[in-house]
């Protein structure tokens, strides 16, 4: 099995896993609102499962962006 070589990410690259990141914090923080408020335990229920669905999303993102980071460009391309 041959190592892959990691590349630097383009910018386009970049900007998207910064919005899903976004994404996947405002899909959290909905869904810790929801949790918070409904009176149905079953809604609730669903709503924690999603809160650490959406949270392991955001750290597999981060992640990505860290083993990424020493490929980085030092200026904008």
Not at 40 to 48: F, T
Request: aromatic share 2%; proline share 3%; glycine share 2%.
């Amino acid at each position: 099995m041959q190592s892959m070589q990691m590349q630097a990410l383009s910018g386009k690259e970049l900007e998207y896993i910064a919005d899903s990141i976004s994404n996947e914090d405002l899909l959290l923080k909905q869904c810790a609102a929801t949790a918070a408020t409904t009176q149905n335990e079953q809604v609730r229920q669903v709503c924690l499962q999603h809160i650490q669905n959406h949270t392991q999303h955001m750290d597999t993102l981060t992640q990505l962006l860290q083993q990424h980071q020493q490929y980085a460009p030092t200026s904008p391309q």
